[in-house]
């Protein structure tokens, strides 16, 4: 049996997103516990020139979001990019859960040989489904998702490979 598709993303962002939920739970108790405002959070960054937090979040929940639309062919919803809290982040991960989650298996499997374009400020990119999903939206979910994990973890938040990966089975 071959790996569709949908089974290589739509179970994949699910699954990440609600660890990034996790995370951001341990980091609010975490700021609770501390004795200081969550919001820190928003603008915390690995290095000056670096997004920070807010944004490695928005650019996560995006490339699941666009990565499913354009691979099962559906319009995205579009975000306002305005959240100012973890709240309000959570609201937007599930929001991003609710889309990904809507669009069917059917849409999505087949699309290895379909062309994908994607917008780019540098000019549109043309790749096949496949090596879109392989080469360009996993590996920019994962580095955004990663760099909200190492911000967290680099602000004190108690979070170790376990949270990351979450329960195997």
């Not at 043309?126 to 360009?136: D, F, H, Q, R």
Request: aromatic share 8%; proline share 5%.
């Amino acid at each position: 049996m071959t790996i569709s598709m949908h089974s290589a993303s739509v179970p994949v962002f699910t699954r990440m997103l609600g660890h990034l939920v996790q995370w951001m739970d341990k980091a609010e108790a975490h700021a609770q516990a501390k004795k200081f405002d969550p919001s820190v959070y928003m603008a915390a960054r690995l290095a000056p020139d670096m997004l920070p937090f807010l944004k490695q979040i928005q650019i996560a929940c995006d490339a699941a979001k666009f990565g499913v639309a354009r691979l099962g062919g559906v319009e995205a919803p579009k975000f306002d990019d305005n959240e100012a809290s973890l709240a309000d982040l959570r609201e937007r991960i599930r929001k991003t859960l609710e889309f990904v989650r809507s669009v069917p298996a059917d849409a999505i499997d087949g699309s290895e040989a379909k062309d994908i374009t994607v917008p780019r400020r540098d000019g549109n990119l043309t790749m096949k489904g496949e090596a879109y999903l392989k080469n360009y939206v996993l590996p920019n979910f994962f580095f955004h998702l990663t760099t909200a994990y190492a911000l967290l973890r680099h602000n004190g938040v108690e979070l170790g490979k376990g949270d990351y990966l979450g329960s195997l089975t």
